[in-house]
């Protein structure tokens, strides 16, 4: 919490401090500005204006339906016309299937109404599930009330540049509800406009802000040769402030001013804006926390042997992150990295190094993803435990960017005790047992990534051993106590004696390159 309010923080004090330039028509001095339309029209090049609401994903945070999964529809409404999407039914996790709503609205007026409402449709009563900050009546407290601007194309309101959850993402766990039954969910939106040269840069922003034309698409454009182009510092650089006697607009990242991308990392996630934009497109974003693995699985032996970790544990994993405001990215092959790997019935050091070497660096030494992904490498056996965490080096420079885990013990936890097992993970079905230790598994060993130090991790296996019972309280999968449990999280550190806060002190930097450790 401490490091999201620094974030806050550090947003408000950039937006008020960074002044525009006179390249862009705007005030020479710190503050706020407004928009005001050319002739009475924000877009003289398009006969109408049409605003679109796309729903992109939506995902169950914590139980909406107790025996079922949900059946997730959604409400919008643009100014005073309202739409209803189809149901997806029983489905936990709405993905690939985007859904939008479109709206005609004035031309010359600058500011639009949009609300959004996640429903789950039930026999007796739909019930509203909860994806915004706790504000306003109890509908408005569970809905997301935003505004569109015309002119610039950014929104704010429920939804905004900086929040907790990121611009763009709705989450009811902004309300500090993560561990309360409150049917929070998470969804992914975008709003959008139609123009003329179809960049996304409407044309008032294009004509009085940016000096661009509004008649050719200008993404991809760095105008001030700093590294990212105009369209990503657009998106993340302007900001409207609804509150106070500087309400306006305000610049964040100037697509006309050289701002040092390269070094500039807001949200203390590892990743300088460079790298936020190069993994813009699977959803990061500078002023929220992201972590970003790549995963490379041994390929199955002569006789069968070994297995691949089960999606459901990639979903398991980014819920209990999503719940903390970050949000867990794995590539399995689907990002343009995570490959299998020969398989080997034991390996050593060197076919360690051998196969991040080739498959995660692919032999160039200036690969980008180092320092962006962490690697994770899924064997048949282990080399000195079925699970653990370790260094990279290349050229010299070292980074704790490396874990891996055994298939074989791990596959063998499904029934190694079948009976009491099933009740601790709260299910008799194999597979969903498999994703459970793989999710608790994976995120204990990235918890090493992380620098995570409390007393209590790596401890207490075993019922007969001491530190089992002295660290009960240290409820986090950095615990051996609870690593194969369905807990799967981190402790916060509320538990009592012995417990200790792993949310509020990971460091998500740890894992960078450097010279030394």
């Given at each position: ?32 500005f407004t928009a005001v339309p050319v002739n009475g029209d ?15 994903e939506i995902r169950e945070l914590d139980t909406i339906d ?452």
């Open positions: 919490m401490k490091k999201i309010i620094q974030l806050i923080c550090t947003l408000v004090i950039l937006a008020v401090f960074v002044a525009p330039t006179s390249a862009t028509r705007l005030p020479t001095t710190p503050g706020a924000f877009d003289p090049l398009v006969d109408n204006i049409t605003v679109t609401v796309t729903i992109d107790a025996f079922s999964d949900p059946d997730f529809y959604v409400k919008i409404m643009i100014n005073d016309e309202e739409f209803e999407s189809a149901i997806w039914e029983n489905m936990k996790y709405v993905s690939h299937q985007r859904w939008s709503a479109s709206c005609e609205v004035p031309k010359d007026v600058e500011f639009v109404n949009v609300t959004i409402e996640l429903w789950d449709k039930d026999i007796s009563m739909d019930h509203l599930c909860d994806i915004s900050p706790e504000e306003g009546t109890l509908r408005q407290c569970r809905t997301a009330e935003l505004v569109y601007s015309i002119a610039t194309g950014v929104w704010w309101g429920d939804d905004e540049l900086g929040d907790l959850s990121g611009y763009g993402r709705l989450s009811g766990v902004d309300d500090n509800t993560m561990y309360q039954a409150d049917r929070d969910a998470e969804l992914w939106f975008s709003i959008s406009q139609n123009d003329y040269d179809g960049d996304g840069l409407p044309y008032w922003v294009e004509t009085e802000m940016y000096n661009t034309s509004p008649l050719i698409d200008n993404r991809g454009e760095d105008l001030d040769n700093d590294g990212v182009p105009i369209e990503w510092e657009h998106t993340f650089g302007l900001t409207y402030f609804a509150w106070g006697h500087q309400q306006g607009y305000y610049v964040v990242y100037d697509p006309n001013v050289t701002e040092d991308h390269v070094e500039y990392d807001d949200d203390a996630d590892g990743l300088t804006n460079i790298e936020e934009y190069k993994t813009w497109q699977w959803g990061s974003d500078p002023f929220r926390q992201d972590i970003f693995i790549e995963l490379d699985q041994m390929e199955l032996g002569p006789q069968g042997q070994g297995s691949f970790v089960p999606n459901e544990s990639f979903d398991l994993l980014r819920d209990s992150h999503a719940r903390h405001h970050i949000v867990w990215h794995i590539d399995d092959g689907r990002l343009g990295g995570g490959e299998t790997v020969p398989f080997a019935a034991t390996l050593t050091e060197q076919m360690l190094s051998s196969y991040y070497w080739n498959y995660f660096m692919h032999g160039d030494a200036q690969n980008w993803r180092r320092g962006v992904f962490r690697w994770a490498i899924v064997s048949y056996n282990g080399t000195w435990a079925n699970g653990f965490a370790f260094s990279s080096r290349v050229n010299g420079v070292f980074a704790l960017d490396c874990f891996l885990l055994a298939s074989s013990y791990h596959d063998s936890r499904v029934k190694h005790v079948p009976f009491i097992d099933s009740l601790i993970r709260k299910t008799f079905s194999s597979e969903e047992q498999r994703a459970i230790i793989y999710a608790g598994a994976m995120m204990h060993e990235n918890g090493h990534l992380l620098n995570i130090r409390a007393p209590g991790v790596d401890r207490g296996a075993w019922p007969w051993q001491v530190d089992y019972w002295r660290f009960a309280r240290y409820q986090s999968v950095m615990n051996y106590r609870y690593i194969y449990t369905d807990l799967i999280d981190y402790s916060d550190g509320s538990h009592g004696k012995n417990d200790y806060d792993d949310w509020g002190t990971i460091d998500l930097t740890y894992f960078n390159p450097r010279t030394h450790w």
